[in-house]
C-alpha cells in the first residue's frame, strides 16, 4: 500500500508528524526548494508503506500531515516560526519530518527543539557541504553558514557525508566524520536530530539537489544509518534542498519520500508518549 503523504490529513491525537517548510529565500545556485515539499509528497505515491528492514508498516502508526507553513519569504520572521512551530511539536512530544526547503531550515528546529528540551541533545547532518563559513555574501545566516550556527547552539554537531569545503581551516573541524565513526560517537543515553541534505548522495542518486557534488553515499548507506537510529531516541529529521526544477525523472523526490517512511518508522521504536 503505498504512503500517499498527501491524501493523509492532519489528526490531532497523531504522535508522528509531516511538516512542509517551503523555505527558499539564500539560495545561491539552483533554486525551486520552495516546490519540494508537494513533490516529495506527490513522489510518496509510488511507495510502498511497508519495511522490511524495520519489519514495520507505516500505515499502522499515528502520523498527519499538517500541511506546509505558510511563510513571508522574510529569513528571519520566517525562522522565528518554524521556531514556534517546532517548539508547540516538541512541547506535545510528537515527533515530526520536515519536508524542505533549504538547509537554512535546520537552524530554526534546532531552536525550536531547544526552548523545550530540558535535556541535552545530538544533532546528525548528512551534507555534502561542510556550511561552516562564519558568513556568505555579507549574511551571518544563509545555507551555507548553518551549520557554524548550529555548533554555536550545541557542540554535539557530527557532519557525515561532507566534501566539500572552503579551506584547509574548515577542513580540518573536528565535527566531520565518517559513517562507522558517527555511529562510535552517538551516546545512546541522549536523544537524536538528524538532517538530511540531499546532496549528500551521489548526484546519480539523486541529481535533482540545488548544489550536487559528486563521488556521494548511496541511498543504502544513508537509509542503513536511519535503521541504526531505531535503538536511538529520534526527536524528528528534516529532509532538505530538493530541487523539482533539476529533478524531472524524480528520482531525487522518490528517493527524499523513502527515506521520510523510514525516519518515521525509526522514531516509532521509541514511544513518543
Given at each position: ?77 520566517d525562522l ?48 555534502a557541504h ?25 557542540n554535539k ?117
Open positions: 500500500m503505498p504512503v500517499k503523504f498527501l491524501e493523509s490529513k492532519f489528526l490531532p491525537q497523531a504522535d508522528f508528524v509531516i511538516l512542509g517548510v517551503p523555505l527558499e529565500v539564500t539560495e545561491t545556485f539552483r533554486g525551486g526548494v520552495k516546490q519540494a515539499p508537494d513533490e516529495i509528497r506527490k513522489a510518496s505515491r509510488s511507495i510502498e508503506s511497508y519495511s522490511p528492514f524495520f519489519n514495520r508498516d507505516l500505515k499502522n502508526l499515528q502520523f498527519s500531515d499538517s500541511g506546509n507553513l505558510s511563510l513571508s519569504g522574510k529569513l528571519g520572521p522565528n516560526l518554524i521556531e514556534k512551530y517546532i517548539s508547540a511539536l516538541t512541547a506535545e512530544k510528537k515527533r515530526f519530518v520536515v519536508l524542505g526547503g533549504e538547509h537554512t531550515l535546520t537552524l530554526g528546529i534546532v531552536k525550536g527543539i531547544k526552548k523545550i528540551l530540558d535535556e541535552d541533545f545530538q544533532v546528525v547532518i548528512f551534507d561542510s556550511d561552516f563559513r562564519d558568513n556568505w555574501q555579507g549574511e551571518k545566516i544563509n545555507h551555507a553558514t548553518v551549520t557554524r550556527r548550529l555548533r554555536e547552539i550545541t554537531v557530527s557532519v557525515v557525508g561532507a566534501r566539500s569545503f572552503y579551506g584547509y581551516e574548515d577542513y580540518s573541524q573536528t565535527i566531520y566524520t565518517s559513517l562507522e565513526d558517527v555511529k562510535e560517537r552517538l551516546k545512546r543515553k541522549l536523544p537524536v536530530y538528524l538532517s538530511i541534505d540531499m546532496d549528500v548522495l551521489d548526484a546519480a542518486a539523486a541529481p535533482g539537489v540545488t548544489n550536487p557534488e559528486p563521488d556521494g553515499l548511496s541511498y543504502a548507506q544513508v537509509a542503513d544509518f536511519i535503521h541504526f537510529l531505531k535503538d536511538f531516541s529520534v526527536l524528528g529529521m528534516d529532509i532538505v534542498e530538493v530541487s523539482p526544477s533539476f529533478d524531472s525523472s524524480q528520482i531525487t523526490s522518490i528517493t527524499a519520500a523513502k527515506l521520510a517512511m523510514e525516519g518515521l518508522l525509526a522514531m516509532s521504536f521509541e514511544s513518543p508518549r
